[in-house]
């Protein structure tokens, strides 16, 4: 006779601990939230270089090719959201919001050789930067608060309580940028260097003229905010209903090492959207995570700053 066998652990057994909150959204949304905000992320980009550009600067995108790309983005992301009956204010105001920021820090700013613009002492590059950034917070808070008219805790913004979250948010952390460690070195062992993570903190700190106040700022807080409210309050739960914990943390950890484009930071990005993950789900609060993540980025500016690499 056979050994009385242990019974297979539930879904729910396996992810003991995790408290999620019940929301109303789903994968379909979360997949139309993701075009939405790459459209809108392109729109800024566009419009905004075009216009710099006309006024005697020198940006990523041309003009007159950027106004027809960014108007067709524009034009796109309308369409979608009136197809799919989504709300259409929030994101019109933060399309308007980046490009005419970034549109009037081109007007008034000055130039400060290379063709490069700079608005009360912060280079435009950075502030359309971050108006990007703000589209990953519009679109999150569309499509949750504004269209299922969720509380914002839905979103993950639950007091915590002590330090304890917070002190588990920088452990994951440390076990993220020991995996990125890892992965760089092998990359060099093996002399695979395209895909070799690019010195995104290095290249922010430049574009901010060497200035650490404003890249911490804006780098370093600004811009982890927003995107721990799209990817970890907004895609992972709604994503949890149709294809559990465990797909949803790894799928919405693709989304976000996808969205950083370079090839070579799509491996470390997944890896430290899976620690931030982990800490939503354990921590049941967004708040420790965008602390892990604020503190990433501002130890890589640190380091990029005052770290001479020989």
Same mark, same amino acid.
């Given at each position: !006779?056979?050994?009385?066998?242990? *019974?297979?652990?539930? $879904?729910?057994?396996?992810?003991? +601990?995790?408290?999620? *909150?019940?929301? $109303? ?12 905000? !790459? ?75 290379? +063709? ?6 912060? *280079? ?7 108006? !990007? ?5 519009a679109t999150g808070i569309a499509f949750s608060v504004v269209r ?7 979103? +993950? %913004?639950?007091?915590? $309580?002590?330090?304890? *979250? ?14 990125? !460690? ?26 901010? +003229? ?12 600004? @811009? ?6 799209? %990817? ?23 989304? %976000? ?15 430290? @959207? ?22 990433? $980025? ?13």
């Amino acid at each position: !006779m056979l050994p009385p066998q242990p *019974p297979t652990p539930t $879904n729910n057994e396996r992810w003991q +601990g995790i408290d999620l *909150p019940t929301v $109303n959204w789903g994968p379909l949304d979360v997949v139309i939230a993701v075009i939405v905000t !790459m459209l809108v992320v392109i729109s800024i980009l566009s419009l905004s270089g075009a216009f710099g550009t006309s006024v005697g600067y020198d940006t990523t995108v041309t003009s007159p090719v950027g106004y027809y790309v960014g108007l067709l983005a524009t034009a796109l992301s309308l369409v979608l959201l009136r197809l799919f009956r989504y709300p259409l204010w929030p994101i019109i105001a933060a399309l308007t919001a980046g490009v005419g920021i970034t549109a009037i820090s081109y007007q008034f700013g000055t130039d400060i050789g290379n +063709g490069t613009a700079e608005f009360i002492g912060v *280079p435009v590059g950075i502030i359309a930067a971050t108006a !990007m950034s703000g589209a990953f917070a519009a679109t999150g808070i569309a499509f949750s608060v504004v269209r299922y008219r969720e509380p914002f805790a839905a979103l +993950g %913004f639950v007091k915590t $309580n002590g330090i304890k *979250p917070y002190l588990f948010a920088v452990a994951m952390w440390l076990v993220g940028l020991s995996v990125l !460690m890892f992965w760089v070195q092998a990359l060099y062992w093996f002399g695979v260097d395209s895909l070799v993570p690019p010195d995104t903190a290095k290249k922010a700190l430049d574009e901010a +003229g060497g200035s650490i106040v404003v890249t911490i700022v804006l780098v370093g807080i600004l @811009g982890p905010i927003a995107e721990e409210i799209f %990817f970890r309050g907004y895609v992972l739960p709604g994503l949890v209903k149709k294809f559990g914990i465990g797909w949803a943390l790894l799928l919405s950890s693709v989304m %976000f090492g996808l969205f950083h484009i370079d090839l070579g930071a799509i491996v470390p990005t997944f890896a430290l @959207g899976l620690a931030l993950g982990w800490v939503y789900l354990k921590t049941g609060s967004i708040w420790p995570a965008m602390f892990a993540h604020g503190l990433h $980025n501002t130890v890589a500016v640190l380091i990029a700053k005052y770290v001479s690499v020989a």
